[in-house]
DNA sequence: GTGATGACGATAT
DNA sequence: TATATCGCCATCA
């Protein structure tokens, strides 16, 4: 307990194993999104990044290509996250970047995440109006 | 128990 | 806008 949080070593991937397989098909979520939802003080982008890299077995079940950094790109190049991606429909820029302004993952539905505990994004998608002018 | 590492994020320049 | 640096926290050696 002197440093020692109430939650459990394992159980803590879990959630976010749990929350990965939200994601719906054609959307694309980032670390720092899935840390927020978990909603955990030691849940940060980095923590879920190794959960993940810590599923092992579980890589089969939970859709783990549709989160990716908050740049959109892809840090696991070789293990064809980006083709996947694209069989879903996520569209991808030049430089390799996932378009997020187009699939970001706006999180679950505040039913499911306090039925299981989790939290939802502050902003699913906050646009200041100085900064989207020239989307396209 | 300490040090180093890592599928990252944000800020500063 | 792009690049560089620092910070965050958990896990491994």
Same mark, same amino acid.
């Given at each position: 307990?002197?440093?020692?949080?109430?939650?459990?070593?394992?159980?803590?991937?879990? #959630?976010?194993?749990?929350?990965?397989?939200?994601?719906?098909?054609?959307?694309?979520?980032?670390?720092?999104?899935?840390?927020?939802?978990?909603?955990?003080?030691?849940?940060?982008?980095?923590?879920?990044?190794?959960?993940?890299?810590?599923?092992?077995? #579980?890589?089969?079940?939970?859709?783990?290509?549709?989160?990716?950094?908050?740049?959109?790109?892809?840090?696991?190049?070789?293990?064809?996250?980006?083709?996947?991606?694209?069989?879903?429909?996520?569209?991808?820029?030049?430089?390799?970047?996932?378009?997020?302004?187009?699939?970001?993952?706006?999180?679950?539905?505040?039913?499911?995440?306090?039925?299981?505990?989790?939290?939802?994004?502050?902003?699913?998608?906050?646009?200041?109006?100085?900064?989207?002018?020239?989307?396209?």
């Amino acid at each position: 307990m002197t440093q020692n949080p109430p939650r459990d070593e394992r159980d803590f991937y879990e #959630r976010i194993y749990t929350l990965v397989e939200q994601v719906p098909w054609g959307k694309v979520a980032t670390y720092g999104d899935i840390a927020t939802l978990i909603g955990e003080e030691g849940c940060d982008a980095r923590v879920v990044g190794h959960a993940l890299g810590a599923m092992g077995a #579980r890589s089969a079940t939970i859709p783990w290509q549709r989160i990716i950094n908050r740049t959109g790109g892809i840090s696991l190049t070789g293990h064809g996250q980006r083709e996947r991606l694209e069989a879903e429909g996520v569209a991808f820029d030049e430089k390799g970047n996932a378009k997020l302004d187009a699939h970001h993952w706006g999180g679950p539905s505040e039913e499911w995440a306090r039925e299981h505990g989790f939290k939802t994004l502050p902003r699913p998608a906050d646009k200041p109006a100085s900064a989207q002018l020239t989307l396209f």
